[in-house]
């Protein structure tokens, strides 16, 4: 049951629950329906990614959003436009143009979820090194390359609001933290415990832990995708849920709190189960709207381009919503002159908008409005 929002009280302190995780003891009867509902709605959303024509559409502009969203928990203001952005500049040869801030770190999430992503199809496990490394990509440049990068904590953190100087949550201490970051791994790769269950109780404890100096609510949501991938919840690490706990972010922060304050574990994966229903169901709704914008898009590019090349170009722009025409032109796979010759088609009929006119060695920047709408918060 959702708590009123005067319910929640952050003026106290709370203090990492030592010696309590994995919790002893779960209501079963009370988790056995959200639980339920929450692979149900999974499997819906999975099943309508199996069924997609290339669900590699899905990625770019779901991870980008993502990106935004969870960032933006943490106080980093970027958006979806600025993120696919600077990385078709990234992708281009001359590299990214000059960038704010909040867009490079939020644009570094990105990276350090793709990174994460292809450890594990190389058959790495969710391990402290992989984590690691995810956390050293996400702090690797910018603001946080001066916290300590791959590295845990070695002194104590806390949560709190810097700007009233209060804390509202103390973490494990850091001479505790090994021990405690091996225990967690050993428990995320515990098949005997049930799937959905071992994520809700993953995430509640990395964020209790807040192994790191900076960056602890962004690889710990990281983490909820690539758990439920990794153990066969979803085929394709496409699911976020981010969103639904910026929405909902106060009882997000009291339900995690609660578990130390009181034992509460139950009420924390009551709600997590929720968040991961309600998010499916607004992720199916995006993938729906993706697959019949790319449906429709079919006879708009074939008569637009009137050419064999017209599935190809299609492809390219929905993987690569923002790009740069020399990286179309060049690596899309269409003979270069024909490539010149459609992407010129394309904007003359205005699926393209230029957000950027060539420039000396620079090719001109273009997007596909159609598609970043869909997903634009």
């Known amino acids: 049951m959702r708590l009123p929002l005067e319910r929640y009280n952050f003026d106290t302190n709370i203090d990492y629950h030592y010696g309590q995780f994995p ?3 779960l209501d079963y009867e009370r988790l056995f329906v959200p639980m339920g509902d929450a692979r149900a709605a999974l499997a819906r959303y999975d099943q309508t990614l199996k069924n997609l024509h290339n669900s590699d559409f899905l990625v770019t502009p779901l991870r980008g959003q993502e990106a935004v969203v969870s960032s933006r928990m943490e106080g980093t203001i970027s ?12 992708s281009d040869d001359d590299g990214p143009s000059d960038v704010r801030l909040d867009t490079l770190e939020v644009a570094l999430y990105s990276a350090a979820l793709k990174r ?3 450890n594990i199809v190389e058959g790495y496990p969710i391990s402290e090194h992989l984590i690691r490394s995810a956390h050293s ?3 690797g440049m910018g603001r946080g390359a001066s916290k300590n990068p791959g590295e845990y904590k070695t002194e104590q953190n806390y949560i709190g609001d810097d700007t009233r100087k209060e804390v509202y949550f103390t973490p494990i201490s850091p001479e505790q933290l090994p021990p405690a970051m091996s225990r967690l791994v050993e428990f995320i790769n515990d098949e ?3 799937p959905l269950l071992s994520v809700a109780l993953a995430h509640v404890e990395f964020e209790a832990l807040h192994p790191f100096n900076d960056g602890n609510g962004r690889i710990g949501r990281m983490l909820i995708t690539l758990s439920l991938w990794k153990k066969g919840l979803i085929e394709e ?3 976020y849920v981010s969103a639904y706990f910026e929405e909902n972010k106060r009882e997000y922060i009291e339900r995690m709190r609660s578990v130390s304050a009181s034992g509460d574990w139950t009420g924390w994966c009551e709600f997590f189960f929720q968040a991961i229903a309600a998010q499916a169901e607004q992720n199916l709704a995006i993938s729906i709207a993706i697959s019949e914008l790319y449906e429709e898009m079919k006879t708009v590019f074939r008569e637009t381009l009137n050419s064999q090349w017209a599935p190809v170009a299609q492809d390219f722009i929905f993987k690569n919503p923002i790009f740069r025409n020399g990286r179309f032109t060049g690596r899309s796979g269409i003979p270069r002159p024909t490539a010149v010759r459609l992407s010129r088609a394309l904007v003359d009929a205005g699926l393209l908008i230029e957000l950027e006119p060539s420039s000396g060695r620079r090719s001109a920047l273009y997007a596909f409005e159609p ?6 918060s």
Not at 79 to 90: M, N, P
Not at 371 to 376: A, E, K, P, T, Y
Request: glycine share 0%; no cysteine.
């Open 237 to 239: 690490p496409h699911f």
């Open 192 to 194: 005997n415990i049930p």
């Open 137 to 139: 990509t996400l702090l």
């Open 23 to 25: 919790p002893a003891s």
């Open 116 to 118: 994460a992503q292809r």
């Open 371 to 376: 598609l970043i709408r869909l997903v634009r």
């Open 79 to 90: 958006t979806i436009d600025e993120v696919l952005r600077y990385e078709a500049d990234s």
